[in-house]
């Protein structure tokens, strides 16, 4: 095998990997392919022979360019229209027992929790936390010593670690409360769509200041249900499909082949205490059908 193809060999190996941190660093699929491709620009040009390990190497790349880019974003969001949500993305898993951890380090409602944390103190949380890196492989990675990397993963346990949520990991009972809920936002049954839901259920909706959506979060079962009812009707004519999105129940509506709309539910204890709308059509780009898909999508083990 040439130096070239081995290269190649290499980076395609780890390329689901490094997606899967792009993607949980920046909350954005399609930034997270940028990133991913521009450190293959640079492994391509590296010496090899200064390389001991291609999957740190890759790694370590993806991971400080992500922390480059949190800067400027984050200076975005705090200036973005309404509710900043995720980009969300399409989801499969082969074995149903690793629905829980799917949903559990790539849900929208973890991605912005993270939003919380500064780019190195997110980046050494996730490679711990969610990639299993040692601390000895995450300290050269972010540019901290082994102690300091401790800390930064200890201070964002604290920080987030008690509100993270255990969705429901029951796949069937997933698909049968969203086919439930599809019915009674499409019916305007009230009472009906009410009963699925939490009392304190909060509705987010980002609109990214591009398509219609709620200036704020929406908070409790009967305005919830209310607005997700309007919604619907305002949408009457668009085609509704389920689809696993971030490891969890979700569906799309699709207009004329284009989808407006993604509709992510947060299930816990068989009711959906949270939902989130994502109508700004920049971050559609990966649940768009068929040729619109990306080719690598974030998985439990990425």
Request: aromatic residues 6%.
């Amino acid at each position: 095998m040439s130096t070239d193809a081995g290269e190649l060999s290499d980076f395609v190996e780890l390329r689901p990997l490094l997606v899967g941190i792009a993607y949980r660093m920046l909350g954005s699929a399609a930034e997270a392919e940028d990133v991913v491709q521009d450190a293959y620009l640079r492994w391509s040009g590296v010496d090899r022979s200064n390389v001991s390990s291609a999957r740190a190497y890759l790694t370590t790349t993806v991971t400080r360019l992500c922390i480059d880019r949190l800067g400027s974003a984050r200076a975005r969001r705090e200036s973005y229209p309404g509710p900043w949500l995720p980009e969300p993305v399409p989801t499969e898993e082969s074995d149903p027992s690793a629905s829980a951890e799917l949903a559990d380090s790539l849900s929208l409602a973890f991605l912005v929790l993270l939003e919380e944390l500064g780019p190195v103190e997110r980046a050494a949380f996730l490679l711990r936390e969610v990639f299993g890196y040692s601390y000895r492989e995450v300290a050269p990675m972010i540019g901290q010593s082994e102690a300091n990397s401790r800390q930064l993963v200890t201070r964002a346990r604290r920080r987030i670690g008690d509100r993270r949520v255990r969705f429901d990991a029951d796949l069937k009972q997933g698909q049968e409360l969203t086919q439930r809920f599809m019915v009674a936002c499409g019916t305007g049954d009230v009472s009906g769509l009410i009963s699925m839901l939490s009392e304190d259920i909060v509705v987010w909706t980002d609109g990214g200041g591009k398509a219609q959506a709620a200036p704020r979060p929406v908070v409790g079962a009967w305005r919830s249900a209310r607005f997700l009812i309007n919604l619907t009707k305002r949408n009457s004519h668009a085609l509704a499909r389920e689809v696993k999105l971030n490891g969890q129940p979700g569906l799309v509506l699709e207009e004329d082949g284009t989808v407006t709309t993604a509709i992510v539910l947060d299930i816990v204890g068989g009711r959906i205490n949270g939902i989130r709308v994502v109508r700004n059509p920049d971050k559609l780009s990966a649940v768009q059908p068929a040729d619109g898909m990306p080719t690598d999508r974030p998985t439990s083990q990425s």
